[in-house]
């Protein structure tokens, strides 16, 4: 998923109050064996839901876990992260659960596995009621699936010096996807190396946009007073890099000064002075712009990271 779709997602999730947030219901796909082929192809976990007697959902339980279903913040992380798979309780369902390894007995619950069926985690009923908490512990199984994938089968190959390029690139490629923050110290340990083409070094600059944790931005910056496209990149970093920027403006090197300034005033949309407008004699208007560059990154990250961080 890029940014600027998770992003417009998220916006949208969080104008309201999830307790109140009502949007289009999760298409559930209704075959196992369907759901666990397009996980397959997707690169991604299934999440099962067990359904009451015959599929119905009729007591106030599971009225409130329909509602969940139905609230914005936890359908954008479940089709986001997840290839959604309902199924009935019944003795089919029961062998299928028993083959991934969920308790027997399970209904009213999301089962979260891999599309290879190996289990991710089990949100029970009581946890279903509450939209944000079912949200934050479905984003909490995707990023534990998200961290295995990237021990076993990225990081491997950002630590490979002998690494072939296509393999970097199909690397970088999930890294992005997937948003594995985990990757920050690899990404800026390979940009130490001199054997990256400039395709791979946009990318990888691209990817530590992408996090925009702080070691990603940090690299970043440093890259940023010598290289263009990392510029560019810090540019499009997320909103919560703000406060990583906005400690940048202290720098004494005044190419990382800009680099930082240029990133907030393009990531909050401020209107940038020029760059003749540093080599001023008003320090007051300086001091003034930096103040302004400075509460709109820190204000801008708090916001963020109140709204986001706990869906990354």
């Not at 340990?189 to 054997?195: A, I, P, R, S, T």
């Not at 920027?245 to 940038?272: C, G, H, M, P, V």
Request: charged share 25%; net charge neutral.
């Amino acid at each position: 998923m890029t940014r600027m779709r998770w992003t417009l997602v998220l916006v949208g999730m969080l104008v309201v109050s999830s307790a109140v947030a009502q949007t289009r219901p999760i298409q559930w796909i209704s075959n196992a064996s369907q759901g666990v082929a397009a996980a397959q192809r997707a690169g991604m976990p299934v999440m099962f839901y067990i359904s009451g007697e015959g599929g119905q959902d009729n007591s106030d339980l599971e009225r409130d876990i329909q509602r969940t279903f139905r609230d914005k913040l936890f359908v954008a992380v479940a089709t986001e992260h997840f290839v959604p798979v309902r199924l009935p309780l019944s003795t089919e369902t029961e062998k299928i659960m028993a083959q991934i390894g969920a308790p027997k007995g399970v209904r009213l619950s999301v089962v979260c596995a891999t599309a290879d069926g190996k289990l991710l985690g089990i949100l029970r009923p009581g946890q279903l009621q509450d939209p944000q908490t079912a949200a934050q512990q479905l984003m909490q199984l995707f990023s534990q699936y998200r961290s295995n994938l990237y021990q076993s089968e990225v990081q491997p190959v950002l630590e490979d010096e002998n690494a072939k390029p296509a393999d970097l690139m199909k690397a970088l490629k999930k890294i992005e996807k997937y948003t594995m923050l985990d990757a920050d110290a690899g990404l800026a340990k390979l940009l130490e190396g001199d054997n990256l083409t400039k395709t791979l070094k946009k990318r990888v600059f691209g990817a530590l946009a992408k996090l925009s944790t702080t070691p990603a931005v940090t690299t970043l910056l440093k890259h940023a007073t010598t290289d263009k496209t990392a510029a560019l990149a810090l540019q499009r970093c997320e909103e919560g890099a703000g406060d990583e920027l906005a400690t940048a403006l202290d720098s004494e090197d005044f190419n990382e000064f800009l680099a930082a300034y240029t990133a907030i005033t393009k990531i909050f949309k401020l209107k940038a002075k020029p760059k003749g407008f540093w080599s001023g004699q008003n320090e007051r208007l300086i001091a003034e712009e930096i103040q302004v560059a400075r509460e709109a990154a820190t204000n801008g990250a708090k916001q963020w990271d109140e709204t986001f961080g706990k869906y990354r």
